[in-house]
C-alpha cells in the first residue's frame, strides 16, 4: 500500500515558478514510477508529466514540455515537478499518482492517488 501527499501549490503569476512535491509513504516507493495529472474546473483529468521508479526515463505532455521538470529522490520518497513560465491555462489541480513497474500516461493504469494541490495562475 502506498500513501500520496502532494504538496507545494498555490497562487502565483503568470511567468513564475512553483515546486510541487509527492511524498509517499510506505515500503519500496523506489520500485514505483510516478506520474503527474492535473484537472481544472469544468474539464477531464489530463497527463502532465511521468518518471520511471529509477529517475532515468521521464516523459511530457506537449502542453508542458520545456517549461516543466519532473524528478525524484527515493531517498525521500518524493517526486518533485518544477514548473516555470506558468500561464493561467496551467491552472488546475495537481495529482501525483503511483504504479507498481513501468511508467505511462494513462491514468486509468495507476493505483495510488494523493488528494490533490491547487495551483492558480494569475495573468
Known amino acids: 500500500q502506498v500513501q500520496l501527499v502532494e504538496s507545494g501549490g498555490g497562487l502565483v503569476q503568470a511567468g513564475g515558478s512553483l515546486r510541487l512535491s509527492c511524498t509517499a509513504s510506505g515500503r519500496a516507493f523506489g520500485s514505483y514510477a510516478v506520474a503527474w495529472f492535473r484537472q481544472a474546473s469544468g474539464k477531464e483529468r489530463e497527463f502532465v508529466a511521468t518518471i520511471t521508479w529509477s529517475g532515468v526515463a521521464t516523459h511530457y505532455a506537449d502542453s508542458v514540455k520545456g517549461r516543466f521538470t519532473i524528478s525524484r529522490d527515493n531517498a525521500k520518497n518524493t517526486v518533485y515537478l518544477q514548473m516555470n513560465s506558468l500561464n493561467p491555462e496551467d491552472t488546475a489541480v495537481y495529482y501525483c499518482?503511483?504504479?507498481?513497474?513501468?511508467?505511462?500516461?494513462?491514468?486509468?493504469?495507476?493505483?495510488?492517488w494523493g488528494q490533490g494541490t491547487q495551483v492558480t495562475v494569475s495573468s
Open positions: 499518482a503511483a504504479r507498481y513497474g513501468t511508467s505511462t500516461s494513462g491514468a486509468l493504469l495507476y493505483d495510488y
